[in-house]
Each structure stands twice: as structure tokens, then as C-alpha cells.
């Protein structure tokens, strides 16, 4: 048994020691039901570089603004909610981009960790690298980490490049290390019609989730415009204007597909 969790009953925020690290947080969301196992306090971070063309918080980009804030408050707030999570639930941590915020994100997943709380990263990946220090900081991250949403927006390198402004190669280098470790993770994949909901790319995707043995989850979630009114307050010309959300029998071709 998780020795965490057999403390965590005799554990309080107050018996840990202080910190002082901040976390730069765009918002938080107190019963969120769709960000992993049970209802979780799902913690928004600042700060993305991918472009991604269907975005639906492009006001989490910029690494500035936002509400600066130590792991301790945030852990904190989140306490408060504890008592709904029920055997599943926890905290997720998503963005903008987490991993761009990687050292006050370890200490927080650290100490919720020491209080039995089950951890979740919402990611895509995309400032993963097994170079340098990034490299070791991302090991120290997965000792803290119970479960991984790893995002693939499309399987196909130069495809990724124009959906998102980055190539996927150290995406799918990310899912094949949390494969070698057997990290759980939920794959994500949302789908766009005319970009990624065709066949090839579908059964391409298929054939690189199955030589990964830590996916405990496929999702498959319909592309929406609700957030393009973001994009026109920032004043970002939204270029899927003429992209319709998928029809209920294109998701459920998708999913056939990818979980079948």
C-alpha cells in the first residue's frame, strides 16, 4: 500500500514544511469531472508555445499575467475540496502548458503526494526533451505523478507542424519514455474535420498507441468553436473559421478506431 496514503490521515498541509515557490495560475476549476479519474481541482497554468489552431484558452499563452501564486495557497484552496474527491478524485494540474512551469509544479505534486492526494498532469508534451537538465527534471516530476493526459493533436510530423507550430517527434518520444517507465496515461485526441479525422491518420495513430503498454485510456474528444470569442478579444485572427465540429457518427467512427 502507498505509504502516502496510509499517513495521509495524520497529515496536514501545516506539518510540512513551508514553501515559498510560485506558480504562475491562470485559473482553477473546483469540481472538474472531465480532467482525469473522479471530480478533481483542476489547477490552470500559464503559459504555452504551441499555436494550436483550434485552441479554446489562447489566453493561457502568454507566460506573464495570470495570478502569481505559492504551492502552498493553491494547495491550500484545493484542500478545501477534499471531502467530494472520494477514492478517485484528486488534483489535476493543466495549462496552458505545465510543463513549462516544471520546478513549483514538482513541489506541488511533492507535497500533495505526502498528504495521499492523487496527481494528475494534463500535458502535450511539448517542451519535453531528454537533454540536459529538462531530462532529470522531468524524471523527478513522474516520482510525484499518478496519471498522464498526454494530448497528440495529429500523429503525423509536418500535419502537427501546421495544426500546432511545432513538430511531434519529442511528443512521441514523451509517450514512448511514460511507456518504458509504465506511467498510466490517457491518451487525448481531439478531432478536427479536414485535419486529423481521416482514416489514415486515424489507423496511423492507432498503430502507435498499441506499441505503448501504459494506456489505460483513449479519448476522443469533438473539436468546438466555443472558444473563438477569446481569440477575436485578443485580437488573433481564428483561421478554422469554416471548420464544423465533427457529427456524432464521425466521433464514433474515430473511437471505434482508436479503442476498438
Partial sequence: MDQCKVNSQHIELSDLPTSETMLRVHSVESFGSVDGPGIRFV?????????????????????????LRSVDDVLSQALRYRSYWGEKGGITVSGGEALLQIQP?????????????????????????????????FEALMKYTDLVLLDIKH?????????????????LDCARYL??????????????????????????????????????????LPYHDLGVYKWEQLGIPYKLTDVKPPTEESVLHARKILTE
Fill in 43 to 67: 489547477i490552470f497554468l500559464k503559459g504555452c508555445a504551441m499555436r494550436c489552431q483550434y485552441c479554446h484558452n489562447p489566453d493561457t499563452w502568454d507566460r506573464a499575467g495570470g495570478n
Fill in 105 to 137: 509544479l514538482t513541489e506541488l505534486f511533492h507535497k500533495a503526494k505526502d498528504l495521499g492526494i492523487n496527481t494528475c498532469l494534463d500535458t502535450s508534451a511539448q517542451p519535453f526533451s531528454r537533454k540536459d537538465g529538462r531530462f532529470s527534471a
Fill in 155 to 171: 500523429i503525423d510530423n509536418d500535419a502537427h507542424k501546421r495544426l500546432t507550430g511545432w513538430e511531434n517527434e519529442n511528443i
Fill in 179 to 220: 511507456s518504458d517507465i509504465h506511467k498510466p496515461v490517457w491518451i487525448r485526441h481531439v478531432l478536427v474535420p479536414g485535419i486529423n479525422d481521416d482514416d489514415e491518420s486515424l489507423h496511423r495513430l492507432r498503430s502507435f498507441i498499441d506499441t505503448l503498454s501504459n494506456v489505460e485510456r483513449v479519448e476522443v
